[in-house]
């Protein structure tokens, strides 16, 4: 018997949770799972991130490994290819379809196909990469300052670092530019890093679950950390990092959302009208980071 | 005071790869340990940074933040406007001051009580003198 886990046409972060649903309620069952991502259009870095972390879950569970039938449309898989899902995706499904051999991204939007985070030495390459990249897209897309594309850099090795640090397994980051039309008319870069490991409250819980008390959660934990730049460690250099990330965002109207066991928290600019906290969600693995720079200097709409 | 560590030879010493970027927490260690292995006792030190690409605030604080706690005034050059992004807030959270060293003339980073102090060290020590425009310059050896 295998169960279906429903890949939605559009894959970003705003369908996100009609896929989380769709796993939890997969995961409940000790049956085969079967991601179905046919009839997928689009899937942006955080679709692509999401669905590894859910096929690294599953391996983690122990469970058989689960079935995942490719995009018909000729047009999306070649997408996803260039992309570098299905190399990161061949170790954790079986692939039912037939994957086009083409490299993955040599073409200017996709920044940083999808990588693999385990270790510190993975973090070097990321930096090294972005910086290699996107300077240009950057500068001349974006209108960021040349300089501050260090700091671009910077968040970007902060967001994977928390995989490294915090999550007990590995994960993935993906980074990718789009012309927004519809959602904001401006061209933006997206970030995303996620793992399936403990999340944020198993890794904030020993120092701060008694100073929130009954209010400890999900939604709490990403509060402590986000919010209030705490640590799991007493030493005061420790949470510079997401405070850093925050600060950078803020600096070019940029957009942070952490998704995380049951919860989401999101510091959202003018043009974005996401949630501050979300409680209550379906449970999904570990935690989900997005960032996203849109263009500057010609207005929202 | 010893010879300025070039901070990008330690960090092609510590890490595999021919990277540019001060970046991660176990990379800060590695070139901290290696750089206070040089430094032994001294209480003076100067580190180069001349050809490190980016620094992140992990690696800031592993290296800089850390070293201060056995180095009493730290002597930073090469420091690009990106280098100051990760130090500057690392020095705030921890209240410590370094000192930015760009030709002769010196700037200390840092909160203002903790750049106060490392002011009055330098000048005690005749190691900086206050210029008549009222800016640090290194005295003349």
Request: net charge neutral.
């Amino acid at each position: 018997m295998t169960r279906l886990v429903d890949v939605p046409q559009q894959f970003d972060d705003r369908s996100f949770e009609q896929f989380a649903s769709s796993f939890a309620q997969g995961a409940a069952g000790g049956e085969r799972l079967l991601f179905d991502a046919h009839a997928t259009e689009w899937a942006s870095p955080y679709g692509f991130v999401a669905l590894l972390v859910a096929g690294q879950a599953v391996q983690g569970a122990g469970r058989e490994r689960p079935l995942l039938t490719i995009p018909a449309n000729p047009r999306v898989l070649s997408y996803w290819t260039r992309a570098g899902f299905f190399q990161q995706a061949q170790a954790l499904f079986e692939i039912h379809g037939k994957v086009p051999k083409i490299k993955p991204a040599e073409e200017s939007d996709v920044l940083l196909p999808v990588t693999a985070v385990r270790a510190a030495e993975d973090v070097h390459q990321v930096v090294s990469h972005i910086q290699q990249r996107a300077t240009a897209i950057l500068t001349s897309q974006l209108g960021i300052d040349p300089k501050a594309t260090v700091g671009f850099a910077m968040a970007l090795s902060e967001a994977c670092q928390n995989i490294v640090e915090h999550a007990g397994t590995g994960g993935w980051v993906a980074v990718q530019r789009y012309e927004w039309k519809r959602r904001l008319s401006k061209k933006v870069v997206v970030i995303a890093v996620g793992d399936a490991g403990v999340g944020f409250r198993h890794t904030l819980e020993p120092t701060q679950s008694k100073r929130f008390g009954d209010r400890w959660g999900d939604g709490a934990a990403l509060e402590a950390a986000l919010i209030q730049g705490t640590s799991r460690f007493r030493d005061p250099g420790r949470g510079q990092g997401l405070k850093g990330i925050r600060s950078y965002l803020s600096r070019w109207d940029g957009k942070i959302a952490i998704r995380s066991g049951s919860a989401r928290i999101a510091i959202a600019p003018s043009w974005d009208d996401d949630a501050p906290l979300t409680e209550g969600l379906s449970a999904f693995p570990g935690s989900q980071v997005l960032l996203i720079i849109p263009e500057q200097g010609t207005g929202t709409s | 005071m010893i010879a300025p560590i070039d901070v990008h030879a330690v960090l092609q010493e510590s890490v595999p790869g021919p990277y540019a970027d001060l970046v991660t927490r176990p990379t800060g260690r590695a070139v901290r340990e290696r750089i206070e292995r040089a430094l032994t006792d001294a209480t003076v030190a100067t580190m180069d940074f001349t050809g490190v690409r980016c620094i992140d605030y992990s690696c800031a604080d592993e290296i800089v933040a850390k070293l201060l706690r056995s180095v009493q005034i730290l002597l930073l050059q090469g420091i690009t406007d990106a280098h100051r992004l990760a130090i500057e807030p690392v020095l705030q959270g921890h209240g410590l001051a370094v000192v930015i060293q760009t030709g002769t003339l010196l700037e200390v980073l840092g909160p203002p009580e903790a750049a106060e102090a490392v002011c009055e060290r330098l000048i005690e020590r005749r190691l900086a003198e206050r210029t008549a425009g009222g800016t640090l310059a290194l005295t003349a050896a």
